[in-house]
């Protein structure tokens, strides 16, 4: 029975740590499309996990990851942003910079 504990232990061990690499790529490629499609630099070409926790949902409990990135708007500084995703999906992106109002 012990040999089997440890068995399934590895099992869900390697299963999360594949799971995380590919919420990790997956928030890197959003992170590149978004700074791209708003010409900002994307810095150090990696992500940061900040915070790991479970979410509930109507459609289950999924792993939320909230990971930091870094960018530059004309090269000069650096800026943080976040991303938040929930399983694999993106749950809220974040760039901390004040949107442009049009004349209302």
């Known amino acids: 029975m012990d040999n089997l504990l440890a068995i399934l232990l590895l099992l869900l061990l390697g299963w999360f740590w594949l ?3 590919r919420a990790r790529e997956i928030a890197i490629g959003v992170c590149v499309a ?3 499609q708003r010409q900002l630099q994307f810095l150090d070409q ?17 792993i939320r990851r909230a990971y930091r990135f ?13 991303v938040v995703m929930r399983g694999l999906s993106v749950e809220e992106l974040s760039f901390g910079l004040p949107t442009d109002v049009g004349d209302a």
């Open 34 to 36: 978004a700074c791209k």
């Open 19 to 21: 799971d995380s690499l």
């Open 70 to 82: 870094e960018f530059s708007e004309e090269g000069v500084g650096r800026q943080s942003g976040y």
């Open 46 to 62: 990696a992500v940061a996990l900040r915070r790991l926790g479970l979410a509930w949902r109507s459609e289950g409990v999924r």
